[in-house]
């Protein structure tokens, strides 16, 4: 079974922390790669996209390893507002079949 | 605005009803997807479209149904064969298969059967 494998955490870190989050995905041909986050009761929303090089976004950085099936998540200066679920995502072709989700890890910021 | 409506945001049901669903996208996105998703568990793929007129199951389609009649629509139907109804349901889109692929959601229904 095609799978992405994430610690469920929680991960509990004060304010200012750097926090990182890391998934494995079982499928080698896998072709794009999303962190989504999502509050609590609420909807998922696409965090950033994950790219062969890295990329980053303001206290964001995401980082694939296609080697190792390993995708990661890095934040720096965390706020009490990055409290969330954040869900490892990965799209196994390029058409318009479903993504496959992580079960996610849940991060608690803590002033 | 462009975006995915579901409604309504809560629903209550008798055991034993069928219930609907709605998932409206203004998006023009070809493919809509639904799943559910328990307390503290992980989303779960029910059904999913790539076109209109057609659709296939996902990992539990089990006492679900779907129509996909307009590309914006796609409802579901919950019926009295699904055991455990009570949970979160997402509906979401997913840009044109040219793109990387990324899906977007609806805020959801939560569905309690009582």
């Known amino acids: 079974r095609k799978e992405v494998e994430q610690d469920p955490g929680p991960f509990n870190v004060p304010e200012g922390a750097t926090v990182a989050f890391n998934c494995t995905y079982s499928n080698s041909a896998s072709q794009s790669f999303f962190w989504y986050r999502q509050d609590c009761r609420k909807e998922p929303k696409l965090l950033m996209s994950?790219?062969?090089s890295g990329n980053e976004d303001g206290r964001f950085t995401a980082q694939l390893n296609r080697a190792s099936q390993y995708i990661s998540l890095l934040i720096r200066d965390s706020k009490l507002s990055d409290s969330a679920t954040y869900l490892c995502?990965?799209?196994?072709?390029?058409?318009?079949?479903?993504?496959?989700f992580g079960k996610g890890t849940r991060l608690s910021v803590i002033a | 605005d462009g975006g995915i409506t579901q409604s309504p945001k809560y629903l209550f049901r008798k055991e034993g009803q069928n219930v609907t669903l709605s998932c409206e996208q203004n998006?023009?996105?070809?493919?809509m997807y639904w799943y559910r998703q328990d307390p503290g568990q992980g989303l779960r793929l029910i059904y999913y479209?790539?076109?209109?007129?057609?659709?296939q199951k996902g990992d539990i389609a089990e006492g679900y149904s779907v129509s996909r009649e307009k590309k914006e629509s796609f409802p579901l139907t919950v019926t009295s064969a699904q055991k455990n109804p009570t949970a979160f349901y997402l509906c979401a889109s997913s840009i044109p298969a040219s793109g990387k692929g990324e899906q977007f959601f609806g805020p959801g229904t939560r569905l309690t059967v009582l």
């Open positions: 995502v990965v799209k196994e072709d390029s058409g318009n079949t479903p993504l496959v």
């Open positions: 998006l023009n996105h070809d493919a």
């Open positions: 479209s790539q076109i209109v007129n057609d659709f």
């Open positions: 994950v790219y062969s």
